[in-house]
Structure formats: C-alpha cells, structure tokens
Nanobody
Framework: QVKVVESGGGSVQAGGSLRLSCAAS????????LNWYRQVEGKEPELITR??????TAYANSVKGRFTVSRDNVNMVYLQMNSLKPEDTAMYYC????????????????WGQGTQVTVSS
C-alpha cells in the first residue's frame, strides 16, 4: 500500500515562511517522484515542484527562487516556502508518481489529504 500525508500548513503574513512536509511510504517505484501541487477553489491543481528519489528537482516559474524542495530521506520530502505572497494561498498536496518513462508499470497516482496555506497581506 501507498500512504501520503502532508503537514505544516498554516496562516502567515506576506513575506513569511512555512515548511511543509510530505511523508510517503509504499512501493519504491510508486514514490520515485514526489510532486507538490496546489489548488484554489474553482481551479485545477497546479504542479509547482517535484523531486525524484535521487534528489533531482524541478520548479514552476511561479515559485522558482522562493520555494525549495528537498528529499533528505526516501520517505520524507520538505517544501521550504519563503517570501510567501497572498497568491500562494492554496491547498497544498503531495502526490506520488512513477519514474518518467515507466508507463509499463502500474499507476501510482496517490494524493495526500492536503494542507492549507493561507498568506495574508
């Protein structure tokens, strides 16, 4: 089984910081990539960053330079969010994914329950 649990959300003022955690467990191929999405009401989830099992990262332009994702443990991912802006307000989700190019393996799209981030001006 695969389990994904996010934590660390809260309310901060603009310019503040938060650190989110994603605890993921299960089949290694399923948690090869751990992705952070955020979603606001009425909008589709936005992929903001991803980190693979070796620690390689990628960022959306909207968060590049402000957010840092790290994976110091195969089962634990952190999202350090600095210089937060009101537009960062959203529900943040951690989602598992297979290694790119391995569509021959079973689906591994497991979502956590989400953690709310609210940034006030």
């Amino acid at each position: 089984q695969v389990k994904v649990v996010e934590s660390g959300g809260g309310s901060v003022q603009a310019g503040g910081s938060l650190r989110l955690s994603c605890a993921a467990s299960g089949y290694t191929y399923c948690i090869y990539d751990l992705n952070w999405y955020r979603q606001v009401e009425g909008k589709e989830p936005e992929l903001i960053t991803r980190v693979d099992i070796d620690g390689s990262t990628a960022y959306a332009n909207s968060v590049k330079g402000r957010f840092t994702v790290s994976r110091d443990n195969v089962n634990m991912v952190y999202l350090q969010m600095n210089s937060l802006k009101p537009e960062d307000t959203a529900m943040y989700y951690c989602k598992t994914d297979r290694r790119p190019g391995t569509d021959y393996t079973p689906d591994c799209d497991y979502w956590g329950q989400g953690t709310q981030v609210t940034v006030s001006s």
